[in-house]
């Protein structure tokens, strides 16, 4: 998972800080080197490291800091608040035409994740009401244009291709002058890539952007490449002058350098986050909650958005109350079972619970399609009561479900035992919880 080192050291310092009940500026700066040797090592660009690390300590050496009831939490949040700055602030979003169709051009490396993002963009800007068109203007990697089209074909958005024999320049004339035509409110214009970044590849997009007056443009930066990432984005933007990052592979095993550098270092804000190779895994880029993530403090608000988008929001918000409050039956345990599948990975669902993220036992952890089939029979073997109390289901009734639902004993023992965990997971999330709210409230 990304920022796990990062996450790993900051949580550490914090532990140290809550601790105390009362704290010196010695504390503050000795906490502060720490944070600076963590951010080095996250592969944060040294200046932004070094103007992060004084402004949080202006800050959090001020005496309605230190002389507070719990300055451990203070200096918490002020990490928060900078951090979220560091970031951009708040969220960024697409820059829209007054006179569709809007052009977002997407630029980058190769191998960035450029045209699997065009797709993925496209796919969001679909699912809010809007005619997207694709369109291919890589004329020169082998098979980039037919990649686009089975994007296409996926998401059932068109695209527009004239082959890779027409100059880009003029492929991209032709599509606006096609989706004008056919009502497309929308563009995405995937470019060429190269290797590096080399000056023909930048008088062709210079030369695009010129023919076709783009809104938007997108450069699209591979996370997992640290600082580079940050050097191809300040070279892209001298020559293009960007409006926003997306920032790909966020999911593998980043150190972070990168989300956290962009903006400070180009001044352009990173707009979206690949979170994953699947059509569905990009999402718009909160700096607060990219922010609390870090911290360990926990992302509820993805969390609960992404539950929303999977199934109707009544049962998003019964989930959360349940979650907040620690009431969690066996039923609940089944219908959330359900319903995560369709959300990803279990391990990137808990990354953004706060302080779930650092537990090395969900990594990678999956739920399969026959466990879930086996503890749904299971489940649905058991009585009402027993769903709701499983504390009297004993060995003749562990028996019976096991008989009823052509399972074994042992696996109805595992399922209860699982549920248990579950259940004291959710007691501490929900503590947890309290403790960032209060954190953040600063009491
Ligand atoms: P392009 O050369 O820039 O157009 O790159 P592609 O769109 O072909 O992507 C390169 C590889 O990165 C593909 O295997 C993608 O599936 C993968 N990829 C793209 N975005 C993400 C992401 O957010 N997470 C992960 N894990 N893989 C990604």
Redesign the pocket.
Known sequence: MAFEGLAEKLQGIFKNLRGKGKISEKDVTEAMREIRMALLEADVNYKVVKDFVNRVKERAVGVEVLESLTPGQQVIKVVHDEMTQLMGGTQSKINLASKPPTIVMMV?????????????LARLFKKQGRRPLLVAC?IY?PA?IK?LQVLGEQLEIPVFSMGDKQNPVDIAKAARAYAENQGHDLMIV?TA?RLHIDDALMSELENIKTNIRPHEILL?V??MTGQDAVNVAETFNARLGLDGVIL?????DTRGGAALSVKAVTGKPIKF?????KLD??EPFYPDRMASRILGMGDVLTLIEKAQANFDAKKAEELERKLRKAEFTLEDFLDQIQQMKSMGPLSELMGMLPGMGQMKALKGMEISEKDVKHTEAIIRSMTREERRHPEIINGSRRKRIALGSGTSVQEVNKLLKQFEQAQKMMKQIAQMQQGAKSGKKGG
């Open positions: 980058g490396l190769q191998g960035s994740g450029k045209t699997t993002s065009s797709g993925k890589d990697r980039a990649q995937d890539g699209v591979d996370a790909t592979k966020l999911d593998g986050v690949g979170m994953g190779e895994a990009l």
